[in-house]
């Protein structure tokens, strides 16, 4: 197996390495890892298929090196698993930048990253609103006489996590924040025991949707001005109801295929799990 020097392009702070074998565009696995914000790249590559993964030698600066490579399917694969919010910008610039270019000149020019502006006052003016809102919700909750106790409970929270006014955190520690306000104990609330799939939370400007894993882990998506959000079982009776959501073939027939590869999956895990040993 030949040791191929990789094309190295950035995606906002990451680097990405591309190696192209027998006219086929692979990624380094543990750089789109890194990107997508995955724990390690095993996590991402177990669910892709056979053909969709493998390895080379690389080059690197410390010596040649195996590493796990992945195509453009499993690349694709990856994104559509993907739950996290960097796969949706990865993705769209992915196609429309990097891949056309590869195939047009046979290598690819990053373009240097515009800088973000900082911003001196810690979370926006939107981020600041939709967490006083989330807090006023559980609040006013309460009975009255627990509301005052239970205000200064989740603001201490906060403060005591990240030694500082919420308005001061990072913009990027705005899920964590919203997720620690949604699940701090107050006196006088029966808590359930674990969150709910997902929230919206409204600001009088933009609307964010904040969903927890299984392990409470938030994350959260500005939802646009014209959407519509459900849940999924109101989403699924508007699209059985025969005057129902208008949803075109291409939408709905993209929903089917995730749908059907979800539901193969876990039937796969169910298997593994019953077969005999």
Known sequence: MNTIAPAVFNFNTHSVRTIERDGIVWFVANDIAKALNYRNADDMTRVLDDDERGTHIVRTPSGDQEMQIINESGLYHALLKSRKPEAVPFRKWVTSEVLPAIRKTGSYTAKRPRQPKALPNGLTVDQQTAIKQLVRARVEALPQDKQAKAAITLWSAIKSKFGMSYKAVSPDDFAEVASLAARVTLEGELMPRRMPDAALIPSPVKRYLLSWDSQLNAQYVEVPPNAA?????????????????????????????????RLAQRCQHYVSILAPR
Request: aromatic residues 4%; glycine residues 4%.
């Open 229 to 261: 959000v459900m849940t999924l079982e109101e989403a699924l009776h508007a699209i059985n109801a025969p005057n129902g959501m208008a949803v075109d073939t291409a939408t709905l027939a993209e929903f089917s295929i995730a749908t059907i590869t």
